[in-house]
């Protein structure tokens, strides 16, 4: 029975049996349409009625043809399919009754006839597309069997999108029953059927009134409050709970049933999206040769790919692991197949290789994201810590300003302010021999840092770590219960580097607002129970004591500094950063200390370099 009904769906869905359907619907109408004007079908009208009929059936099947009706899937039709019926029958309906008068004086058509078949030809038509729609959904779901009953939080364009997403392919195994949604416009309204049932604070009496199973947040700008609040009360309320991506991860297309995911930490950490000034970030990315540096690792790669969204001239892949960039220009060739680049495979502290790139390639902005940054390994290879952070940034900056380099941006961190470890005071540095290009700089042109905290998910940040270790089974490790962090997601970091070369205030220091520092110890407890299980229960949180170089809380600016505030409201800029007068004399002493592999010397050069600087020794 069932094959014979399938092997029925398949004949009428061939172009050729859509077509002779289509025509007879539409033919079909006409007579109808006579019999409606009279209230029956006089005989004095029967030529009218046969020539109406001759004359327009060419027509229909050319509008047919022309239109593609024929071709449309009745199974997954559109307001888009619809749409080019209505232009079809809309042109039928006009051509005839252009004829209608042209043949008046041999026959008598009523001029209400083609006005009247037009209208019905088009129920008739969309009512049998619809049909066919409907028995197609009806029988997926069949086969589908028990779907979860989902309460959707958000009836905004995504959630609205998600949920007829749901009910056109119930094989996906979610129903939308109900819609959570804080505007008091939308109170009691119904989209696609499904009605909003109240706000967020509603969410376990309208989850008991519809019986749902899980809870799925469909606002992309939803800040993390929002989102932990929601999963907090589908916690109490038993459900399970899903969210869309936020702003950050669909900016290109729109948002699918495909792109649900399960809550994560970024999402509970979520901040209001970062508006952009695309133009003068177009300005001076847009037809340049734009090189990034460390661009296998987490910042450079996502600096990469929204550099992409720009049309740069050429993008100029920079880094040292084959491994990290084979995998990048893997992801853009899916990505962005049509944007220039080349993989350079190169060490900044190779001067040579550097000039190299520099001669060849001549990029034009320049973004510098490599940098050893993890605080205890460095307190182990001080010296490894100075020769890439200090004086690989020097290469880069010199060669920068010998070939003509408009915009350089170098990626700071918060651990230069009053810095207690190598890797916060050799950053540091890097940001004087910045400051000291600028002034040396042609008019015109920015040599800018940008400092900014902890990126969730970068390689070798504290969530990576805490995942495996709750993998594993636990215990989670801490350092100390009050230590705090300041955190924002990779796309936010990278756009927010692109926004402050944009700004092009030569010489500056920029911070980004990051909003409230987070307990590591409530990040690692929100981690545990993301995973399904109880902190302190399942998995036991353990905490270690603080690492060498390691700081209870970290700032973004010394005492001294202040901030003045520039056109972006995320972006500030940090006042009294001046390099020592003394730059270059300090620079000569720690490189002769890294050369030998004087830690002590180095950690005394530090010292000199950058005054605020407190090592253990």
């Known amino acids: 029975m069932r094959s014979r009904m399938e092997g029925r769906v398949v004949f009428f869905s061939r172009p050729w049996c859509k077509f002779l359907l289509d025509l007879a619907l539409w033919t079909g109408a006409v007579p109808l349409a006579y019999f409606l004007r009279f209230e029956g079908l006089p005989p004095a009208f029967l030529r009218s009625l046969f020539v109406y009929l001759a004359v327009g059936l060419p027509v229909r099947a050319v509008l047919i043809y022309i239109f593609s009706l024929h071709r449309q899937s009745w199974q997954n039709v559109s307001l888009t399919d619809l749409w080019h019926l209505a232009w079809a029958v809309g042109l039928y309906t006009a051509t005839m009754f252009a004829i ?47 779907a979860r009953r989902v309460l959707v939080v958000g009836a905004g364009e995504a959630g609205t999108m998600i949920a007829r997403e749901m009910l056109r392919h119930p094989e996906i195994g979610g129903t939308p029953v109900g819609f959570l949604d804080d505007d008091p416009s939308k109170g009691r309204v119904r989209f696609m059927g499904v009605r909003v049932l109240g706000g967020l604070e509603d969410l376990t009496r309208a989850a008991d009134r519809v019986h749902a199973d899980e809870v799925l947040i469909a606002i992309p700008s939803a800040p993390g409050h929002v989102v932990r609040r929601v999963v907090e009360l589908a916690r109490k309320a038993g459900l399970g709970y899903r969210i869309i991506p936020g702003m950050y991860e669909i900016l290109a297309g729109k948002v699918s049933v495909s792109q649900i995911r399960e809550v994560s930490l970024e999402d509970l950490l979520r901040r209001d999206p970062v508006e952009l000034n695309l133009e003068e970030i177009s300005d001076y990315l847009s037809d340049r040769v734009v090189l ?121 961190t918060d651990k230069v302010v009053n810095p207690t470890s190598v890797m916060g005071a050799s950053k540091r540095a890097a940001e004087y ?185």
Do not use: C
Not at 337 to 342: D, E, Q, S, T, V
């Open 433 to 617: 021999i910045v400051q000291e290009a600028a002034h040396r700089a042609p008019e015109g042109r920015a040599y800018v840092s940008v400092r900014f905290g902890n990126v969730l998910g970068s390689r070798g940040s504290v969530v990576p770590l805490f995942k495996e270790q709750i993998r594993r089974g636990g215990p989670v490790t801490v350092t100390h219960p009050d230590m705090k962090r300041y955190f924002m997601t990779i796309p936010e970091a990278a756009q927010l580097v692109l926004q402050a070369g944009g700004l092009g205030e030569n010489g500056s220091v920029y911070v980004l607002d990051m909003g409230e520092p987070v307990k590591i110890v409530e990040l690692a407890e929100e981690l545990v129970r993301l995973s399904g299980l109880e902190p302190g229960e399942d998995i036991e949180i353990e905490f270690t004591g603080l690492r060498p170089g390691e700081k209870l809380f970290e700032d973004f600016m010394t005492a001294e500094e202040g901030t003045t505030a520039t056109r972006h409201e995320k972006i500030y800029v940090a006042r009294g950063t001046a390099p020592p007068e003394d730059l270059s004399q300090g620079l000569g002493r720690l490189h002769a200390a890294a050369d030998v592999q004087d830690e002590q010397g180095i950690r005394a050069a530090l010292k000199e370099l950058v005054p605020t600087y407190a090592s253990e020794d």
């Open 100 to 146: 209608s008068l042209g043949v008046s004086r041999w026959v008598v058509i009523p001029r209400s006839v083609p006005i009247i078949g037009g209208g019905l030809a088009f129920l008739l038509l969309g009512a049998v597309r619809m049909a066919v729609r409907s028995r197609s959904e009806r029988s997926r779901r069949r086969d589908a069997g028990v």
């Open 292 to 412: 990034v540096t460390g661009a296998g690792g987490s910042i450079g790669a996502e600096i990469v790919r929204q550099v992409a969204r720009f049309g740069p001239k050429e993008v100029l892949l920079l880094g040292r692991g084959e491994n990290s960039l084979f995998e990048l220009s893997h992801d853009l060739e899916r990505r962005y197949p049509a944007l220039p680049r080349r993989t350079l495979v190169v060490d900044v502290q190779q001067r040579g290789q550097l000039e190299h790139v520099f001669r060849t390639y001549k990029p034009q902005v320049v973004f510098h994201a490599a940098a050893h940054k993890h605080v205890p390994l460095m307190e182990e290879n001080p010296a490894a810590a100075v020769l890439n952070n200090v004086f690989g940034t020097q290469n880069l900056v010199e060669l920068s300003l010998e070939h003509n380099v408009e915009r350089f941006v170098n990626v700071s």
